[in-house]
């Protein structure tokens, strides 16, 4: 199973991005997805996630109102709009889809992976 991301790029404090991730259909029919980031040096954190319906979205403590995690089944992608950027939210950002229909905070809890998009925000 291929998970797609990308969006990421370079941007300055205080700007937005968009991600997105693509995969099979019969993943986006089913399963919970999440977005988890990676910074250098750090453990990979959760950021956010979704349920299979897109009714249910969880965040990390640090988003604090400024990412929208979002899916389109129909088109198979799920979605980060990233608003307000800090410096520190400088990583890689990875989708994934979980074991169930629920998203969850847990990394394990996540079977398959894409490969990364590179955030970075300038001060």
């Known amino acids: 199973v291929q998970l797609q991301a990308f969006g990421g790029g370079v941007v300055q404090a205080g700007g937005s991005l968009r991600l997105s991730c693509a995969g099979p259909g019969r993943m986006f029919s089913n399963n919970g997805m999440g977005w988890f980031r990676q910074a250098p040096g750090k453990e990979r954190e959760f950021v956010g996630g979704i349920d299979w319906r897109g009714r249910s979205t969880g965040y990390g403590d640090f988003v604090k109102g400024r990412f929208i995690i979002s899916r389109d089944n129909a088109k198979n992608t799920v979605y980060l709009q990233m608003d307000s950027l800090k410096p520190e939210d400088t990583a890689i950002y990875y989708c994934?889809?979980?074991?169930?229909?629920?998203?969850?905070?847990?990394?394990?809890?996540?079977?398959?992976w894409g490969q990364g998009t590179q955030v970075t925000v300038s001060s």
């Open positions: 994934a889809a979980a074991r169930s229909s629920w998203y969850s905070r847990y990394s394990n809890d996540y079977q398959y």
